[in-house]
């Protein structure tokens, strides 16, 4: 039997998009489904994807599901971590600040720059001939 959800939200980076949702548990974390350590196996990603629990101090209050597509493990974990930090201060104000002085409620708005006509790639140009 799932419980109830208590917060849900979205967070994006790049062209990675992941809806997050929050339910009181024991601090269990599913990524599409998977256990976080096998969807993102390297511990650099999980920490970044944990720190919205550590800055609230609230490691192990929640269960948090989390489908993410789109984008590359980076991306990924940036979204997830911006969804988290969302439905954090969903569930209680209290946490905003830390959360913000942290920079975890910032939407980091880089993205690829499109490719350009008349050129190979964004910016670089074709080979310049003088003859």
């Not at 489908?67 to 988290?84: D, N």
Request: positive net charge; hydrophobic residues 35%.
């Amino acid at each position: 039997m799932s419980t109830a959800i208590l917060a849900s939200a979205t967070g994006r980076r790049k062209n990675a998009v992941a809806r997050v949702q929050l339910k009181s548990g024991t601090g269990k974390i599913t990524v599409n489904n998977r256990p976080v350590e096998e969807y993102f196996p390297t511990l650099v990603l999980q920490n970044k994807l944990i720190e919205p629990l550590q800055v609230a101090q609230v490691n192990n209050q929640y269960d948090i599901e989390v489908k993410a597509h789109g984008g590359g493990t980076t991306g990924q974990v940036g979204a997830i971590t911006l969804g988290i930090s969302r439905a954090l201060t969903e569930i209680d104000a209290e946490h905003r600040p830390a959360l913000k002085s942290k920079g975890l409620l910032r939407r980091d708005s880089r993205m690829k720059e499109r490719k350009k006509p008349g050129q190979p790639g964004a910016r670089k140009r074709f080979q310049f001939s003088k003859r």
